[in-house]
């Protein structure tokens, strides 16, 4: 099965604050998947991030196989 969204070492940040560094993922299509951690791990600017809200300032990040970063 391919995946659907693959994040590779992706960094974000808010304005000079560095807010992901490096951050990793694939997601088979059909999973359902759950991303866990304490607060201010970077799970809400994960997401952001693969939404487009927040850019991306290093890695890249594909769905369906396209490039989506901004």
Do not use: C
């Not at 099965?1 to 694939?26: C, F, N, P, T």
Request: hydrophobic fraction near 45%; charged fraction near 20%; aromatic fraction near 2%.
């Amino acid at each position: 099965m391919a995946d659907l969204l693959e994040i590779d070492g992706i960094s974000a940040a808010y304005g000079r604050i560095q807010a992901l560094s490096e951050v990793s993922l694939k997601v088979p299509e059909g999973a359902i998947v759950a991303l866990l951690g304490s607060n201010g791990a970077g799970k809400s600017t994960t997401l952001n991030t693969v939404s487009r809200l927040v850019p991306v300032t290093k890695g890249r990040i594909r769905f369906a196989g396209e490039e989506i970063q901004s």
